[in-house]
């Protein structure tokens, strides 16, 4: 399914492998496909047990909101993390430890015996730093500059990082280490799904159902002459293992046909002409109807 990249695919399963902290991140005013297809694969990592953080710098919209995992989108790297570094020579220290003491903690350095090595105050430096990462995924972004603020906030540690670069725009820089860019693809999420395929990682109900719901948004719910076998593949998969068309339903529920006693079933399309129907003389009657609704 990603037979064009067979190269790419295997230095991924590298990545993850050695990767213990992997950062999933989309751009601002991203698509609901790039979304669905970021929150997949970050499911879809920590049932892996992997350590992962999803990144979406802005608002989530109400249509994102059907997305299953968006309660742990994070807008930011955090800043939260103190890093308190100076220099070091190998070999140097002996002992790191810290105690606590009248609310103060300290950090102790036991240099190593007969070792010179000296710390003094102006050889510290102090700063504060967010999620740490030694992987990124960036998602549907086609260049650096896209994600603005959140680039030139973290640019130090984007230049040290591998990172994975998954879009379908060809307009994309091919910036990451590894590329997986496919303008043919019909969307993210079946890209994402191909990736997840392809490299073993562990999927449930709720990651295949997000690929579904990238897939459904991008190419009006499988309809039309020109899909490609691949889609088709991937949403097969999907629903196979348990996937859960949210559009599809979504829709059946906004379209539940009417019951008005005693009259002909309508659709809500047709609310004006049974507006103008005569009721049946028992129509003031107390009544009790059972109701339906589609699963």
């Known amino acids: 399914m990603l037979s064009d990249f067979s190269s790419e695919i295997s230095q991924i399963k590298s990545s993850l492998t050695n990767a213990q902290n992997i950062v999933i991140l989309t751009k601002e005013n991203t698509s609901l496909d790039s979304l669905a297809g970021a929150l997949a694969l970050y499911l879809s990592l920590k ?47 002996e002992k790191v430890s810290y105690n606590i003491e009248n609310k103060r903690f300290n950090l102790i350095i036991q240099p190593r015996e007969n070792s ?29 500059s896209a994600l603005n603020n959140l680039y030139t906030q973290e640019q130090e540690m984007f230049s040290k990082v591998d990172i994975i670069n998954i879009d379908k725009n060809i307009s994309n820089e091919n910036y990451g280490k590894i590329n997986l860019v496919s303008p043919t693809a019909s969307s993210i999420s079946e890209l994402i ?41 991937i949403a097969a998969w999907c629903l196979k293992n348990g996937g859960v068309r949210l559009l599809i339903k979504k829709k059946m529920s906004d379209t539940k046909t009417t019951v008005i006693p005693n009259q002909t079933v309508k659709k809500d399309s047709d609310k004006d002409q049974a507006a103008e129907s005569v009721p049946s003389p028992d129509w003031l009657q107390p009544k009790i109807y059972r109701g339906t609704s589609t699963a």
Do not use: H
């Not at 953080?53 to 994070?74: F, N, R």
């Not at 562990?202 to 899909?227: E, H, K, R």
């Open 47 to 93: 049932n892996s047990r992997k350590s992962a953080s999803m990144i979406y710098p802005a608002d989530l919209t109400v249509e994102m909101s059907d997305l299953i995992g968006v309660d742990e989108v994070k807008k930011d790297f955090g800043g939260k993390n103190i890093i308190i570094s100076w220099d070091y020579s190998d070999g140097a220290i």
């Open 116 to 144: 010179n090595y000296d710390i003094t105050a102006d050889k510290i430096d102090f700063r504060k730093s967010g999620i740490t990462a030694d992987l990124i995924f960036l998602v549907g972004i086609d260049k650096f």
């Open 193 to 233: 799904g191909a990736l997840i395929m392809e490299t073993g990682l562990t999927i449930d109900q709720d990651v295949v159902t997000n690929i579904l719901t990238g897939i459904d948004v991008t190419t009006a719910n499988l309809s039309g002459d020109n899909l490609k076998p691949e889609v088709l593949e």
